[in-house]
């Protein structure tokens, strides 16, 4: 299988995050490595993956793992060479597997040298490259805005070499370039350019909507100054992020994409108002961008329901979001919600209108681990754990891990699960093939249909076929009465032991604990 060129391959995708550091150790040093990551196409090509998406991988100090970026065109030697980058690139697309590589454009690492020369003087040839500001007396900040983890304060350190305060909307580690400069914007391109031309697919844009902040460095308005990330107020917005100017650097961004042909722009905007989110993508800008308030809900049906339906209402036509449940930000879905709703959550997140993201690990129901002492600025450390190919942790590496394994690796590995057709890594397996078999659930469309609290069902109908996806979010048996549709359907795919082929009811649709079924709807019937 070899990769096509079609350009918009994205749109029937599904993507797999690897958190590099906790993927696959060649080297034995406990740290994951891209030299091990390529030992483990096979497996991504057998799950039926279409896309890796890999975390930060450049030399970095590590003041936020890896998004502190010391220098943009280079790799850690944490992590291997240049050369190894470009072989994992050329087999991956040997087996139809494409590689997007996070962008971290907000900021860089006060290690990286355009941050050396901006702080040696205020006459420094790169000093407009980074924001900076006079204190306010006594040396404090110059305005309210707030870094995004509440470990670090305000978002301004002051610099007594220059003696004023530089900003960083993470850890004072991490100094936000100065968008509003030509030059940095000719710098960045160069950046994007350099890893289209060794062959990426596509980048994942890390805060997409911070890159312009406001030109006069105004307080956020005192009903928002306690604010750290979006939020949503009837009249009034933040001056730090989400300024309408940021889509036109993400224009740009695109157009660049665009001369390579078939290359994908997937956003991070961490924004809660739906309108505002759907102007990121789907336009001239990114292609798509993550769901944020997905992955927020609670374990219920009518929430889930309101959110998928929110964000499609506000989409431009043809836009697609991407779902996601858990990330390298995010505590893992079998810890939020138990690993018992796992299999619904996949089938889910498989069967939407989108593109769907699965964290690694999630496929096997891996869950959180906060190893005995912090080691993330932000405590996302129990996400991020090795993933557990065996229960000796050998299969991750041979030498001592980074970070200690999460409870549960005896049973929760890919060795245990490999062959067993009753486990949660082949449901992954089969409902990632019945989705590329599918022409509704590749780009069809998408309606939700009422079916009670307890059940989150909707259509996903192209031409020559129509499904029906319910889910059970209850654990106690439902039986759902459902409007407008037939009187029954066969069932495809189930999260239980329900034969696949065997007749299905719809008035009403009775359901197991926690049961998802995806139903075949017969035209005619």
Known sequence: MSVTTRAEWWRTAVIYQVYLRSFADRDGDGVGDLPGLLGKLDYLRELGVDAVWLSPFHPSPLADFGYDVSDYEAVDPAYGTLADFDELVRAAHERGIRVLIDLIMNHTSVAHPWFAESSSDRAAPKRDWYIWADPRPGNEPPNNWLSSFE?????????????????????????????????????????????LDRGVDGFRIDVAHRLLKDADLRDNPAELAHARRHTVHPTLRMHNLDLPETLQVLRELRETLDEYGGKLALGEVPISDDRRLADYFGGDGMHTAFHLAFWEQPWQAPAFRRTVDGLAAAMRPGALPTYALATHDIPRSASRYGAARARVAAMMALTLRGIPCVYYGEEIGMTDAPPPDALDVDGRDGQRTPMQWDAT?????????????????????????????????????????YRRASPALRGGDYRSVEAGDDVFAYLRSAPGERLLVALNFASRPSAAVLSGLPAGGLAEVSTGDRPAGSAVGLRPLRLAPGEGLIIRIEEGT
């Open 393 to 433: 942790g050998r299969g991750f590496t041979t030498g001592k891990p980074w970070m200690p394994f999460a409870p549960g690796q005896a049973e929760v590995n890919v060795a245990a699960q490999q062959d067993d057709p009753g486990s949660l890594l082949h449901l992954y397996r089969r409902l990632i093939a």
């Open 151 to 195: 470990r670090c304060g305000p978002a301004w350190t002051y610099h007594p070499g220059t003696r004023q305060c530089y900003l960083h909307s993470f850890t004072p580690g991490q100094p936000d370039l100065n968008w509003r400069n030509p030059e940095v914007r000719a710098a960045m391109r160069k950046v994007w350019r350099f890893w």
